[in-house]
């Protein structure tokens, strides 16, 4: 269901070229090889089948809480990112070899759903799913954030938005899918949003930053509680 969700919505015209690719499908279930990158400070995963010098990064001390996972908490075989918990955060960067890209549109889009720890999210749970430009300032995405004690999904870009206040907010343990297509020529972002089989947004349209750069460098997955599922990765340029 969520598979075929991104596929009919999510995904870019075939014209697009892509940039960085991983559902990981093709990956062996368990921790993911990384290897010593020539960024000091990082180890890389170049996923399978995905256009060549693409890559996964992440700090050596946080490689052993990325692994691949069966189907189960989504309908596919998935990446589970888990933050160790305590004052130190995990971060996982998806970067294309062809980064930052500064023409055209590039659409980025990922999908997953949240693993709560066993004691429940605290109000301090914190998590950020975003496109970042090359001096890594926030362009748009997802935040997973505590609000009146109970976890929530909110979408944007220079901010955070809650969805409708007529209606739930979306809830993080139910499978989700985001879009965003973003101008670096025009400055704006269009993102689409899905929860739970609902539509939150489809195509609002925001601008960016002032001070942001006029490109896209890379997707970055950052959390302090909990595991994200992570399914369905993709940079797209056209």
Do not use: H
Not at 92 to 121: C, D, K, M, N, Y
Not at 181 to 189: E, F, H, N, Y
Not at 215 to 224: E, I, K, R, S, Y
Request: hydrophobic content about 40%; some cysteine.
């Amino acid at each position: 269901m969520l598979r075929l969700l991104c596929l009919a919505l999510l995904l870019p015209a075939c014209a697009s070229t892509p940039r960085f690719s991983a559902n990981f499908e093709s990956e062996p279930t368990g921790p993911l090889p990384w290897a010593t990158d020539s960024d000091v400070g990082w180890v890389r995963y170049d996923p399978q089948g995905g256009p060549p010098g693409d890559a996964l990064k992440i700090d050596p001390l946080d490689a052993g809480q990325i692994s691949v996972i069966p189907a189960g908490p989504l309908p596919t075989q998935a990446l589970r990112i888990t933050a160790p918990g305590g004052a130190r955060p995990v971060s996982l960067r998806a970067l294309p070899s062809a980064a930052p890209i500064g023409t055209g549109t590039v659409t980025v889009s990922f999908a997953g759903r949240f693993e709560a720890p066993a004691s429940g999210f605290s109000p301090k749970v914190q998590w950020i799913m975003v496109a970042t430009d090359s001096t890594d300032e926030v362009l748009g995405g997802l935040q997973l954030s505590s609000e009146a004690g109970a976890p929530v999904l909110t979408y944007g870009g220079r901010e955070f938005f809650y969805t409708d206040p007529d209606q739930p907010a979306a809830n993080p343990l139910q499978p989700f899918a985001l879009r965003a297509q973003i101008s670096p020529a025009t400055r704006t972002l269009e993102l689409t949003f899905v929860s739970d089989g609902k539509t939150i947004v489809d195509g609002e349209k925001l601008e960016l930053s002032p001070t942001a750069a006029s490109d896209v460098a890379a997707l970055v997955f950052w959390g302090n509680e909990g595991s994200l599922i992570l399914d369905d990765v993709q940079i797209w340029q056209d």
